[in-house]
C-alpha cells in the first residue's frame, strides 16, 4: 500500500508559478513510478505527466510542454511538479499518482494508487 499527501496548491494570477508536492508513504517510493493528474469541474480526470522510478524519463500532456515540470527526489520520498506560465484553463483540482509500472501512467493514463488532491486556481 501506498499513501500519498500532495500540498503546494493555491490562488495564483495568470502568468504566475505554483510548485506542487506529493509526499509518499509505505512501500518503497523509489520502486514506483509518479504521475500527476487534473479534473476540471464538469469534466474528466486527465493525465498531466510521469516520471520513471529508475532513470528519470518523463512524460506530458501536450497543453502542459515547455511549461511544467515533473521531478523526485527518491531521498525525500517525494514528488514535485513545477507549474510556470499559468494559465486559467489549468485551473483543476491536481492529484498525485503512483504505479508500479511506468506504462500504466504514460501510456495508459491510470494508476495503482491516488492522491486526495489539492486545488489550483488560477485567475485571469
Known amino acids: 500500500q501506498v499513501q500519498l499527501l500532495e500540498s503546494g496548491g493555491g490562488l495564483v494570477q495568470a502568468g504566475g508559478s505554483l510548485r506542487l508536492s506529493c509526499a509518499a508513504s509505505?512501500?518503497?517510493?523509489?520502486?514506483?513510478?509518479m504521475g500527476w493528474f487534473r479534473q476540471a469541474p464538469g469534466k474528466e480526470r486527465e493525465f498531466v505527466a510521469a516520471?520513471?522510478?529508475?532513470?528519470?524519463?518523463?512524460a506530458y500532456t501536450d497543453s502542459v510542454k515547455g511549461r511544467f515540470t515533473i521531478s523526485r527526489d527518491n531521498a525525500k520520498n517525494t514528488v514535485y511538479l513545477q507549474m510556470n506560465s499559468l494559465k486559467p484553463e489549468d485551473t483543476a483540482g491536481y492529484y498525485c499518482a503512483a504505479a508500479s509500472a511506468y506504462r500504466t501512467l504514460a501510456l495508459d493514463h491510470r494508476a495503482d494508487y491516488w492522491g486526495q488532491g489539492t486545488q489550483v486556481t488560477v485567475s485571469s
Open positions: 509505505g512501500r518503497t517510493f523509489g520502486s514506483y513510478a
Open positions: 516520471i520513471s522510478y529508475a532513470n528519470g524519463v518523463t
